[in-house]
């Protein structure tokens, strides 16, 4: 998981998503990755839920403290699920396919800007041109109509 890239490893957890809860313990289990991967996977299932791609259920479990006089601690554990958004997102080829997406449409917009910027060019000297034949013809009637008053 070392090698792997931001775009890798959020596609290789949201792969590994199921459509029923696992625990992160489950997720590293299932894609064989050691504990030490256990906070980098959790943030990674936070951006995944962030990105409505995963859902995290909620379940309460009571343990015993250390001291048998203080009632025992509740704690919360998490798991989660790929949701619905989430296998649309996997099946559209996940962000590694965004990633590419994004880069063709950055090119097709770089590209629509130099045609507009050229055809702007274009416009405006197409536009000079009509101005200064208007201007020569607007002078040779000018020239004619004095010819029939005056000559």
Known sequence: MENLSSIQKLDLILTSLKDYSQSINEIQDSLHLERKYYNEIRLIL????????????ESEKRYEGPDIFKPPRPTIDYSYKISFEGELFKEQGGYT???INNAYENIRLDNLEKN??????AL??????????????????LIEIGKHLYW
């Open 124 to 141: 405006t000297w197409l536009t000079f041109l009509v101005a200064v034949g208007t201007l020569v013809a607007g002078v040779f009637y």
């Open 97 to 99: 396919q965004q990633k």
């Open 116 to 121: 507009q910027k050229f055809h702007r060019k």
């Open 46 to 57: 936070n951006k995944l839920y962030k990105d409505e791609y995963a859902e995290i259920i």
